[in-house]
């Protein structure tokens, strides 16, 4: 088991596939590119109406981490009317949906920041599940963990009651490996995702 925790200072500014805006990277498999990668965890803030870049062959989970929301279109007869497929419109809520699908997204009320994972579903299933209020989850020993701290500080103990605590402060990422005993993450305002 290992718990390594990605401060903001290593995130990386990147360039959205099509051009129209940047990306705060926390996490990539090693040796990927934006064109070939087995998954990618970001921030972005969306500033203005547009398309959304293309990853086909890839999953994506979207998740409101600020601002008064999003709809999004998807496919070509709903963005010629206009029409809303998906919506996020307070924070931590979580649409999924496939990265090759036309899609436009519109604002609903100025700018926001959103949190995206992308994977591709044939090398292995991520599931990405949102907490708004103080919770307290176990974490299984079969997969390996992403845990993200939107807005307080959460920590990490090894067992119910355990003095062993492990504290990720808000704003940073951890990586935990695959725990080789019961583990409990407990806080608010989290994302918890999961790869197996």
Same mark, same amino acid.
């Given at each position: 088991m290992s718990i390594t925790l990605i401060h903001p200072t290593e995130f990386k500014q990147v360039p959205w596939k099509n051009g129209k805006g940047i990306t705060t990277e926390l996490a990539i498999n090693a040796g990927a590119t934006i064109e070939n990668f087995t998954f990618r965890i970001s921030i972005a803030s969306v500033n203005e109406d547009g398309p959304f870049s293309n990853f086909s062959g890839y999953t994506r989970h979207l998740v409101l981490l600020s601002g008064n929301g999003l709809h999004l279109s998807i496919g070509s007869e709903?963005?010629? +009317?206009? +029409?809303?497929? +998906?919506?996020?419109?307070?924070?931590? &809520?979580?649409? $999924?949906? &496939?990265?090759?699908?036309?899609?436009?997204?519109?604002?609903?009320?100025?700018? #926001? %920041?959103?949190? *995206?994972? #992308?994977? *591709?579903?044939?090398?292995?299933?991520?599931? $990405? *599940?949102?907490?708004?209020?103080?919770s307290r989850i176990e974490l299984?020993? $079969? *997969?390996?963990?992403?845990?993200?701290?939107?807005?307080? &500080?959460?920590? #990490?103990?090894?067992?119910?009651?355990?003095?062993? $605590?492990? %504290? #990720?402060?808000?704003?940073?990422?951890?990586?935990i490996e695959q725990p080789d005993e019961p583990l409990y993450l407990e806080g608010r305002q989290m994302i918890i995702i999961s790869a197996s």
């Open positions: 709903s963005i010629a +009317l206009g +029409l809303t497929s +998906l919506s996020l419109e307070k924070p931590l &809520d979580c649409v $999924t949906f &496939d990265g090759g699908s036309l899609t436009h997204g519109k604002l609903i009320s100025g700018s #926001i %920041r959103d949190f *995206n994972v #992308i994977f *591709n579903p044939h090398v292995f299933t991520m599931k $990405t *599940n949102t907490y708004v209020d103080f299984s020993s $079969t *997969n390996t963990y992403y845990v993200y701290a939107c807005e307080t &500080d959460l920590c #990490i103990k090894s067992q119910q009651g355990s003095a062993s $605590t492990t %504290r #990720i402060p808000s704003g940073t990422m951890a990586k």
